[in-house]
């Protein structure tokens, strides 16, 4: 769902023409004009169909947090196709923004343009800030785009709690379809057919798109992973052939009646080879199936008929197709280059965490080798601020109710809570650090001169997420937070937020991962009357955080309305090697939590002042952050994060006193190394320890013992032979203490 909003002085739009044959019937044809409104155009797409509930209810908070704001006198719901490339059927779409209109007139004076009209009009924007947003929303974003062969992890977890014994009407998709769509719709149908050919009892479902992927519906047959690859080639013989696609006049299987009663006018049967169809999109083959050069069956899974657990359950086959073997090759090359970056498989292989059934999901255990990267980046991020006036504190890992309630998270937090029952006390597992840094600084008596007061603790904090959303180090129940709290004079805030960016900038120059973000700088909207803490104070805050983001260079863009209640804060987006942004480090000014925990510190006439507090995390979480650095690398850790630095492999049993003796020299500089002494092949324990990624590899053999010298190969397969020892340690160490990336 994609919407933009508009608060306008008036709008006036006219239909003028029907855009599509289905166009709504019955509507107002004259001019309509409608004052003090806020305009929400809206385009429904594919992937909302199937949630409509769910997305029906966020498109009424986006409307009402935009209207809480504005507070318009209007809305209008303007039916708007451009906002998306891939639009919901016609059919669907109506409804929902029918179903949108009924919902928001509960609360609202609500105006709906008509629906599958082109449409005149004039709107006049209020110009505000706050006077246009876009938002985007709904259901089937974050799903993977490939999945593995299980159905339940094909489903998301939306569509699994609301599915219902309902069936699902077929509706016909007019949306002009792309070469690449129409060749995967074409590949879809030739694997059906291929089936049919080997299976004589099989008949296929529906084909189509789910979630970006291409799949094909089978049933009659049971069809196994080994069989695959002999459909796989059987289709591709079919459309070498050149095999046909015939229009024919109606279909004769049991599910493709089915599809063209829910189609009616729209339905069209197709037929390939044995195979028949009723496609539900409009012209969705290509014209000669020779134009299909290469094909591959990704998976397995399975889907209800009509998508309605009490219906048949069918197989359903992911696959892509392709003009040439050269463009499957990439896309396979493209796609094992994400899967061998997961953080979960490398994670695996080098043993840095372990996922355990007995301890629980999202609740990962850190592995030794693990536990050093994460040691490196703690004890990077402690000298990072500990000339700056950082003092270290610790905090446990549960508090008494009594703490959340008091600073608002009991509320906030509601059922994401763990709760202990303790013999006479009540407890939570601690969702926030915030809370007990509050008291740390409440207990000592403060003065102007010592403000101010800066504490640093990566502590780990529980939230009971939904374990379907759990995965790997990137989303768990316990979360390791860098957490800082900084408590200051309104007057000392320029100043702090201008050390954090700094830190900021350091951590993320030093991990290479400085090339690629932005910064998002949250202020308050129009309205500001739903914000905590006065308007100097706010004001002061604001400019303080947006003078250290152009003092720094940062690439910022000032976002009004996204503030928290409690303050303005900066998120920085960072970009990882696969293009995806995560939100890591954060600033957030805070009004709120002092006033409550009714903190103070005494100023220079000796009165008591309520400091401002400054919440801050560079990693934001470990776990998250380990995640995101493993993939980024692929593995392949630059020398001070390595868990293995260097692995020292012998050619003979001759050679392993040496090869111990200069483990020892290594080890006694700080450097992490491994020997292997196991009786294998020196080819083989070369190929093993650049399977494990370590950064160098010294081979001893005779040679090197009677010269006294080191043979390296690095990770990136460079050789130098005859090494001294002590040059290699001191080139070892400089990588190191420089942090080379
Ligand atoms: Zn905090």
Redo the contacts with the bound molecule.
Sequence with gaps: MKILAVHADYIEYQATKKALKSAEANIKEEMERVEECLVIFTSVEKRDEGHREIVLEQYQQEVDKVADQVKPKNIVVYPYAHLSSSLASPQYAEEFLKAAEKKLSVKYNVYRAPFGWYKAFTIKSKGHPLSELSREFGQGENIPSVNKASPAENTPASTNLKRESKDELFEINNKDLSVEEKINLTAALLTGAAIQELFVEAKIGSIGFYHNQTYVDITGVKIKSDDLERIQKHALKLAQKGTSIEKVVAPTHELQKQIAQDLKKDAYTYQLSKVECVPTYANPFIANTKEIGALKLLSLSSAYWKNNASNLQLIRINLVGFRTQEELEKFQKEKEDQENRSHIKIGKEQGLFIISELVGPGLPLIAPKGMIIRNEITSYLWSLHKDKGYQQVWTPHIAKTELYKTSGHWDKFGDELFKVKGKTDDFVMKP???PH?MQIFDAFNHSYRDMPIRFFEPATIYRDEKSGQLTGLSRVRAITQD?G?LFCRTSQIKQEVKTIVGIIHEFYATLGMDKDYWVSLSVRGDDKSKYLGEDAAWNLAETSLEEAAIENKLPYKRIPGEAAFYGPKLDFMFKDALGREWQLATI?C?FN?PERFNLSYMNEEGKKERPV?I?RAISGSLERFLSILIEHHAGKFPLWLSPVQVKIVTVTDRNVPFARDLKDALQKHGIRVEVNEDQETIGKKVRDAQMEKVNYIVTIGDKEMEKNCLAIRTRAGDVKFEVNIADFIKDLRTEIDTKKN
């Design positions: 926030m650090n915030c840094h957490d709290h957030q805070d939590l507090v919440h």
